[in-house]
């Protein structure tokens, strides 16, 4: 190993870093004049074209890799945990219609979580039971809007170990709603919970939780047993506690009979469960007969694969996997476990419309499983991917396939940065010894763009920092409730920054020449896609699919940017910049999702919805940053937008 490594180093070495004046012939390539005229010359003459190759290649590559014959198949990589291996013990489906018959009775005389109830039912049980108060109280709501509920868990300590681990089963309370009722599956929680405490072989302990308000209240336990201080979730301590949680299962159980299980990983932030247990639970539900889907799709059939080998089929899903991970919005409150390095998943039951049979025996049968391959492991999740997108339920795209594409993307502004830089030298070369080049612009340029380069990223900040001074000032002078302060507002400050163009028109003087003017644009678009090319680099390995996204729709406008002379040229490229601006591009992608994933037709109708679908985003990101720690709002302030700005500056340089 160490001969193969000393030769990279002699290597590299000769090619970048030989300075050896006295050896001619052994120049390095990257300090040789000629190599440099060459480079110079072949970048300038092929990266039009070549960007163009690049994203078309990009989006074929993309669509490439979500196709059956390039996917990989799913594979459980930890042997430990043996799925459907054991003997299913499960057999009282008559207790979970007692449980749900009692549950419904109190829902429908009481609102709210029936407490009481569950903490009795839980010590009855014999499990350890404990109820949490909790209530959010951020800048964002009004006295009336406060949001206040119980969260109740039951621990089932393990008879073999001293509680150094735990599993969590979580259910979200909902006694109606758009989502249904969660009451059958509280009551199977209740059924596997007294099945559970009659065997001796847990060697983790079971926390049984069910949570109010959905992700507050589910963040309001994670902060307590984190013991993580929140200043707008005010919660009271946990006087319960187990070990260290290494897995979570969120249940969402309509009735005792669902079509499909459809399982959602996407967390806070687009972060994913470790993909050893969503294969768990596909095979777990293959075992029992529930057929498993992802985004609403199962494994693809023969009839897909006749229509191009699958793939409309696998991109679709793939791409409904995109859009919901670059939202950052949690799929479900075991999103917000992901945050605690928890990997988790929720179990969401679509109604079945035929009313015989009753599947609860083949439901607990999954949720035994699951819980008995967790309770084999000896460490955590580790073994297989944490970054993938999935096209279906048995396929998987790995981060060493769908960075491919990404590359590709971003390869494009490195080039055409390259071009304008090797063009700002040539443009300094000496007329007395055309021989000899200057790649490096004057000073005074780099003057005049570095303070830009500071101003627009100033703005952001303004943006980012603006929602509670218009909560306080806009609001109480116009009298609006919260949000509609904080996006009228936003709305003012982006509307004053577009038009803000001291800086990016710049002072001409009167011995200015339009080539020193050149120059500066020039220079300020180098600056702006190497920035680019950066911060998209650096956002695809927190969230592939946000960077990913941005990079299709921004990066062919951003590589026209120029100050078109004709006002029409003007003024068509500056309507493309407001085409791809972030609010513009929260509408398209908005809009694609509603044709696409929702079969809407595209109309004025459903353009006007997805506005206003748009406008209540907003004011959420806002509130979901500062309840639960969500990156959407701060991305787009802080980097995103500070980019666009800088091209919309490049653009107007007169």
């Not at 990266?47 to 459980?76: D, H, K």
């Not at 108060?133 to 008879?159: K, M, Q, Y």
């Not at 919660?235 to 319960?240: R, T």
């Not at 390095?341 to 035929?354: F, Y």
């Amino acid at each position: 190993m160490l001969p193969v490594l000393h030769f990279l180093r002699s290597v590299i070495r000769y090619l970048f870093f030989n300075h050896d004046s006295h050896v001619k012939s052994t120049m390095g390539l990257m300090t040789n004049p000629k190599t440099q005229k060459v480079l110079c010359r072949f970048v300038l003459a092929t990266y039009r074209p070549v960007g163009l190759l690049l994203y078309i290649g990009a989006l074929v590559a993309l669509v490439t890799v979500s196709s059956n014959q390039f996917s990989a198949r799913t594979y459980i990589s930890e042997n430990a945990l043996l799925p459907g291996l054991v003997e299913r013990q499960y057999k009282s489906p008559l207790d979970v219609a007692d449980y749900a018959k009692s549950l419904q009775e109190l829902t429908d005389d009481t609102d709210g979580i029936p407490h009481e109830w569950l903490m009795r039912t839980f010590e009855a049980i014999g499990l350890d039971a404990y109820s949490q108060n909790f209530s959010a109280a951020h800048p964002f709501l009004t006295e009336s809007d406060i949001v206040d509920g119980v969260n109740v868990f039951g621990i089932l300590r393990a008879p073999r170990v001293a509680g150094t681990e735990a599993v969590v089963f979580s259910i979200p309370f909902r006694d109606e709603g758009p989502s249904g009722t969660t009451n059958y599956g509280i009551a199977l929680m209740m059924s596997l919970a007294e099945h559970f405490i009659q065997q001796t072989y847990w060697s983790k302990d079971i926390i049984f939780l069910v949570v109010e308000k959905e992700d507050i209240g589910a963040q309001a336990w994670l902060e307590a047993y984190h013991e993580v201080d929140s200043e707008h979730i005010i919660k009271s301590p946990l006087h319960g506690r187990s070990g260290a949680i290494i897995a979570a299962i969120n249940l969402e159980l309509p009735g005792k009979r669902i079509d499909h299980f459809d399982l959602r990983l996407e967390g806070l932030n687009g972060q994913l469960p470790n993909l050893d247990l969503f294969n768990m639970v596909v095979k777990l539900c293959d075992k029992e007969g529930i057929n498993p889907t992802f985004h609403g799709k199962g494994t693809i059939t023969y009839q897909d694969l006749r229509y191009y080998h699958g793939i409309p089929t696998t991109s679709k899903t793939m791409l409904s996997n995109m859009l919901r991970q670059a939202s950052g919005k949690p799929h479900g409150i075991h999103g917000l476990f992901l945050r605690y390095s928890i990997p988790a998943l929720t179990l969401h039951g679509e109604p079945s419309g035929s009313l015989r049979g009753d599947q609860t025996h083949s439901i607990g049968f999954i949720i035994e499983g699951v819980f008995r391959s967790i309770n084999n492991l000896l460490e955590r999740f580790h073994q297989s991917f944490f970054f993938y997108v999935l096209p279906e339920t048995r396929k998987y795209v790995s981060i060493g396939l769908y960075m491919i594409p990404m590359g590709m993307l971003l390869l494009i502004p490195t080039l055409h940065g390259l071009a304008l830089w090797f063009t700002l030298g040539n443009e300094e070369e000496d007329e007395s010894d055309k021989s000899k080049r200057d790649a490096t612009p004057p000073s005074k340029d780099h003057r005049y763009v570095i303070p830009i380069l500071i101003a627009v990223h100033v703005c952001g900040l303004v943006l980012y920092l603006s929602p509670e001074f218009f909560l306080v000032e806009v609001s109480a002078y116009f009298g609006l409730a919260p949000t509609d302060g904080i996006l009228m507002g936003l709305a003012a400050i982006l509307t004053g920054i577009l038009f803000l163009q001291v800086m990016g028109k710049g002072q001409s003087k009167a011995d200015e020449t339009q080539e020193s003017i050149d120059r500066r644009w020039m220079l300020l678009k180098c600056y702006a896609l190497v920035w680019q090319a950066i911060s998209l680099l650096g956002l695809s390995m927190i969230n592939f699919s946000l960077s990913f996204l941005m990079a299709v729709f921004t990066i062919p406008v951003f590589s026209l940017c120029r100050p078109y002379r004709s006002v029409i040229g003007s003024i068509l490229y500056k309507l493309l910049l407001l085409i791809v601006s972030p609010p513009s591009l929260l509408l398209i992608l908005t809009a694609i999702h509603d044709t696409v994933f929702r079969g809407i037709p595209l109309s004025g109708d459903m353009l006007y919805d997805a506005g206003v679908e748009c406008l209540r985003a907003v004011p959420q990101a806002v509130i979901d940053q500062y309840l639960f720690n969500n990156w959407t709002f701060a991305v787009v302030c802080l980097v995103l937008f500070p980019t666009w700005k800088l091209f919309w500056f490049c653009s107007s340089v007169k």
